[in-house]
């Protein structure tokens, strides 16, 4: 009797929750679990987890929910129908990622019938325009069954946002499939391919070009950073991603001096790879869930500066020898300490426990435990 997990998420961009989720469904899938993947969006443009999960033959759903039809949601409703009746003796729980996804579960579930339903928190979402679903989520909190968080921060922030526990939501660290480490002659054909191969020292990232990320408050670092660098030198900075704040960095970085080169060259399928590549890894981000590329550079051994303003971080890097917190908008002593960091050769980090291997097993304890449950509502 195979049980049926059916993974719900907002979006299937290629970013954090997204890869978590196709993750998760090709270990479930390579260890006898039946899985469907339901996205509340249409099919995005860069379709590189969309590919993943069709090349495993999964299937997956995209409902084209927007702004001006909320009511496709309840096209979920026929989907899970469809699968329960087409798999009558076999257990079904329902998996939803992200506040949209988690929301969109809970009004199918209460609108007709019973299911296994675990909402999982991503983010410590802390955008003000996010109160009304913050709303919803507390009115609408008992109609999932269990509520897991990737990170303590995480959790604890939910949890004072809905006036409820933190006790009450069970933590489940994400795990990443752990990238080789890139060689010598792979290093210098990337940074090549870069422009960058008379570069010192370069320092990197990777992530969405957003707000979130706070790279416009890395990239105000800069110019103090260039009076730093040792005459006849030139130092590379590397952002690897894409999103709705290129134009605004675009624009900063023109006001960086001719001693540091900047580039982002965008979406990149190997960016785990490509992270070996750099000598420091920053992540100036204003809030984090529990970041897979600060996994992955910590698997990489090379050192890292964080953000103090998202605490999750600090979940991940406890597995790291070389690392230090910052706020970036301290220019001076941020300075300072990319310059500390960028002294330190890579060490190896022993971060096994974060794998998708040891994610899944804890996400299927959720699911046994919660196949015992008697149904609500």
Same mark, same amino acid.
């Given at each position: ?38 996205? !509340? ?6 379709? #590189?987890?969309? *590919? ?5 033959? $999964? ?32 257990? !079904? ?23 296994? !339903? ?55 660290? *994400?795990?990443? *499939? ?50 730093? $660098? ?18 605004? !960095? ?26 070996? @590549? ?18 992955? @550079? ?27 917190? #910052? ?51």
């Amino acid at each position: 009797m195979k049980t049926h997990i059916v993974q719900v998420i907002t979006e299937l961009e290629p970013a954090g929750a997204e890869r978590v989720l196709a993750d998760l469904s090709l270990e479930l899938k390579k260890r006898n679990y039946a899985v469907s993947v339901v996205s !509340l969006q249409s099919e995005p443009e860069v379709k #590189t987890i969309l *590919n993943i999960l069709r090349a495993e033959n $999964i299937p997956v759903y995209c409902l084209n929910v927007t702004k001006l039809t909320p009511w496709r949601i309840f096209r979920l409703r026929k989907i899970i129908k469809d699968i329960k009746r087409n798999n009558v003796s076999s257990p !079904l729980i329902v998996h939803s990622h992200l506040m949209h996804a988690n929301l969109a579960c809970r009004i199918v579930k209460i609108s007709d019938f019973k299911f296994p !339903l675990i909402n999982t928190v991503h983010i410590a979402e802390k955008r003000g325009s996010h109160f009304l679903f913050f709303l919803m989520d507390k009115l609408s909190y008992r109609f999932c069954d269990i509520c897991t968080a990737v990170s303590k921060s995480a959790a604890k922030w939910h949890a004072l946002k809905l006036g409820i526990s933190p006790d009450s939501i069970k933590i489940t660290y *994400n795990g990443i *499939n752990f990238p080789k480490k890139i060689s010598i002659e792979n290093r210098k054909t990337l940074l090549k391919s870069w422009g960058l191969e008379k570069c010192k020292k370069l320092i990197g990232s990777v992530g969405r070009l957003d707000y979130q990320k706070g790279y416009d408050l890395f990239f105000k670092i800069l110019p103090d950073l260039s009076k730093k $660098i040792p005459e006849n030198e030139i130092w590379g900075v590397v952002i690897l991603g894409e999103g709705k704040q290129r134009s605004t !960095l675009e624009a900063i970085e023109k006001t960086v001096p001719p001693n540091i080169k900047v580039i982002m060259p965008g979406y990149r399928e190997d960016a785990a790879e490509c992270i070996g @590549a750099f000598d420091l890894f920053v992540m100036p981000s204003r809030y984090e869930g529990f970041s897979l590329t600060l996994i992955e @550079a910590a698997s990489s051994g090379i050192p890292l500066l964080i953000s103090d303003e998202a605490d999750a971080m600090e979940e991940i890097v406890k597995y790291a020898k070389n690392w230090q917190k #910052t706020n970036f908008t301290n220019i001076t002593k941020t300075t300072e300490k990319l310059i500390e960091l960028l002294r330190k050769a890579p060490e190896d980090n022993d971060i096994c426990n974060l794998s998708v291997a040891k994610m899944t097993d804890a996400y299927l304890n959720i699911y046994n435990s919660l196949l015992l449950l008697p149904q609500k509502y």
